[in-house]
Nanobody, 125 residues
Framework: QVQLVESGGGLVQDGGSLSLSCAAS????????LGWFRQSPGKESEFVAH????????DYSDSLKGRFTISMDNAKNTVFLQMNSLKPEDTAVYYC??????????????????WGQGTQVTISS
């Protein structure tokens, strides 16, 4: 069983930056993709970004590309999400997810097998 633990959420001002982390543990040998989703109150879950290995492949939501960067520390089974130029509309609970699939475009929730508990990100205007 894969466990995912997110950290790094918090409150920042409009235009600020925040970095999220997600540490994966347990049966990770069959995991080939780690991704981030987010959900705001009253809205559907939204794909943010994912990273697949090996070789490394990254995919981003078209609306977030350029402000958000996903990276990974393979040795520590940890994925990071660097978020810059944050806006109030980025306020959401951010979830880490793990998939057995590899490749580009793994954007649907149904394609992920494990989920973290989420971390709250709040951007104040």
């Amino acid at each position: 069983q894969v466990q995912l633990v997110e950290s790094g959420g918090g409150l920042v001002q409009d235009g600020g930056s925040l970095s999220l982390s997600c540490a994966a543990s347990g049966g990770t040998s069959n995991i080939h993709t780690l991704g981030w989703f987010r959900q705001s109150p009253g809205k559907e879950s939204e794909f943010v970004a994912h990273i697949s290995w090996y070789p490394s492949v990254k995919d981003y939501s078209d609306s977030l590309k350029g402000r958000f960067t996903i990276s990974m520390d393979n040795a520590k089974n940890t994925v990071f999400l660097q978020m810059n130029s944050l806006k109030p509309e980025d306020t959401a609970v951010y979830y880490c997810a793990a998939s057995r699939l590899y490749g580009m475009g793994i954007r649907e929730r149904e394609r992920y097998d494990y989920w973290g508990q989420g971390t709250q990100v709040t951007i104040s205007s």
